[in-house]
C-alpha cells in the first residue's frame, strides 16, 4: 500500500509518463533528473518484457475460452486435458496465433487512449469480472465442497513459509496491482486533483485481495469436490479444472464463463503493463498514441516470439545456462524471473528511497492531503522510508542467495 501510493502521488504531480515525471519531481526536490532512467527501465523495458510472457498466458486462456465455449473440452479425462494443453503449447504456430491476437486485442485497446480505451474498456471488464466470479461462487456452492475450500484457503501453515515463498507473494502482489513497474505512475498522472491518492490506494488493495478471495472461493470447491489436487500454475487452470467442468452439470457453461473471467482479468493487467511505455513513447518521440502503442506492442510481440517458441522448439534451450541464477531457465521462464523476481523488488525498492528520501516532503504532503495536518502521512512516509525498502531488500537478497 504504501508503495501504490508512492506511484500514484509522483505520478500525478509530474503529469506526465513516469520517465519524465520521475525527471519533473526530482528536478523539483533538486536532485538530479538522471533518476528518470528508473522509469525508463522499470516501465519502459519492465512494461515491455512483462507483457511479452504474459500474452503467453493471455493466449492459452483466449484459446481454452473458445474450445470450452464450442465443446471441445466436453467431459474431457485427466488425460485428455493434459494431452489438450500439451498439444496447444507443441505448435508453435497455433500458439503464436493466440498470442498474437492477444496483444492485438491490448493493442487496440491501449492506442485508443485513456478514455476512449482504457477506461471504457476497464468500465465494462471490472464489473462483468465481479459479476461473474460472484456466478462462479454460488455455481460451486451448490456442486463443490465449500467447506473445505474454505479450509485450504484460510487455514495458515507456518512451516510452509521461507524466502521463496514470501518472495513469491511480493511478485503476486506487485504483479497483481503493477506495483514496482511504473504502470500506476502512468495512471496516476491522468488523476483529477481533488481525487484522494490515499482513498483510492485503499480501495485498489481491497477491491484486488476480495477478488483473489472471490476467485479462490470460486475455482477451490470444485477441484475438492472430485479428490483433485490443488496444484499451482498452468496445471490447475488448464489440465485439472476443465477435467472438473466436464463432471459437473452444466459444466460447459460455467467452464466458459470461468474462461472468459480469466481473460478479462487477463486483459486488464496486460493494458497496464503496456501503459507505461505507450506514454513515454508519445511523451518523447512524434509517434502518436496509436504509433507509440504499435512501437512497444511490436517489441513485445518480438520478444514474445522465443516465450511461445520456449514451450515447443526452444523448449530445452536456456539462453542464459552459463550464470547460476538463470540456470535451467528458457526465454519464458527467463522473461519471468527477470521481471517477477528482479526488476518488480528492485524497482519498489527504488520507488521507496527515491519518494521516501529524495522528494520533497512538501510536495508528497501536498499531494497526498493538502495543507491538512494528519498523522498518517508521518505513518506512510516513515513505512515507505524504513519498513518496506529494508523488508524487500532483505528478502530480495535471500532470494538470490537460495536461488543461487
Request: proline share 4%.
Amino acid at each position: 500500500l504504501p508503495l501504490l501510493i508512492a506511484e500514484l502521488t509522483i505520478g500525478r504531480r509530474g503529469c506526465a509518463s513516469p520517465p519524465v515525471s520521475i525527471s519533473a519531481v526530482a528536478r523539483e526536490s533538486g536532485r538530479s533528473e538522471n533518476w528518470g532512467w528508473m522509469g525508463v527501465i522499470l516501465g519502459g523495458l519492465g512494461g515491455i518484457l512483462a507483457l511479452s510472457f504474459y500474452a503467453v498466458v493471455g493466449g492459452w486462456t483466449m484459446a481454452y475460452f473458445v474450445d470450452m465455449a464450442s465443446g471441445g473440452l466436453r467431459q474431457v479425462s485427466t488425460e485428455e486435458a493434459q494431452a489438450a494443453f500439451g498439444s496447444l503449447n507443441e505448435d508453435p504456430w497455433v500458439l503464436l496465433a493466440w498470442f498474437s491476437v492477444f496483444i492485438g486485442i491490448t493493442l487496440f485497446i491501449s492506442a485508443r487512449g485513456i478514455r476512449a480505451g482504457v477506461e471504457r474498456a476497464v468500465k465494462f471488464m471490472m464489473p462483468a469480472l465481479l459479476l461473474m466470479l460472484l456466478l462462479m461462487i454460488g455455481y460451486a456452492i451448490r456442486v463443490g465442497d465449500f467447506g473445505q475450500a474454505l479450509e485450504f484457503l484460510f487455514t495458515p501453515d507456518f512451516s510452509q513459509v521461507n524466502a521463496s515463498i514470501v518472495m513469491a507473494a511480493f511478485g503476486q502482489a506487485f504483479f497483481s496491482v503493477s506495483v514496482g513497474l511504473t504502470c500506476l505512475m502512468a495512471y496516476g498522472s491522468y488523476m483529477n486533483r481533488t481525487t484522494s491518492i490515499p482513498r483510492a490506494s485503499l480501495i485498489i488493495v481491497i477491491v484486488d485481495t476480495l477478488v483473489a478471495m472471490l476467485a479462490g472461493l470460486a475455482i477451490f470447491p470444485i477441484i475438492f469436490a472430485f479428490g483433485l489436487e490443488p496444484d499451482a500454475g498452468p496445471g490447475l487452470v488448464f489440465i485439472t479444472l476443465p477435467f472438473a467442468f466436464g463432471q459437473i452439470p452444466f459444466g460447459q457453461l460455467f467452464g466458459s464463463v470461468f474462461f472468459l473471467l480469466l481473460l478479462f482479468a487477463a486483459l486488464t493487467s496486460s493494458i497496464a503493463m503496456l501503459e507505461a511505455p505507450v506514454s513515454w513513447l508519445h511523451d518523447r518521440t512524434r509517434l502518436g498514441r496509436t504509433g507509440a502503442a504499435l512501437t512497444a506492442g511490436g517489441i513485445s510481440w518480438f520478444l514474445g516470439i522465443f516465450a511461445v517458441l520456449s514451450m515447443n522448439r526452444l523448449a530445452e534451450f536456456y539462453p542464459l545456462d552459463g550464470i547460476a541464477i538463470f540456470a535451467g531457465k528458457t526465454f519464458f521462464d527467463l522473461y519471468d524471473f527477470l521481471v517477477i523476481n528482479i526488476m518488480m523488488p528492485l524497482g519498489a525498492i527504488l520507488i521507496a528511497i527515491f519518494t521516501g528520501w529524495l522528494v520533497d516532503r512538501k510536495f508528497t504532503r501536498a499531494e497526498l492531503y493538502g495543507d491538512r495536518s494528519t498523522v498518517w502521512f508521518g505513518i506512510w512516509r516513515f513505512l515507505l522510508r524504513y519498513f518496506a525498502p529494508l523488508l524487500l531488500l532483505g528478502v530480495f537478497i535471500d532470494m538470490l542467495r537460495s536461488t543461487g
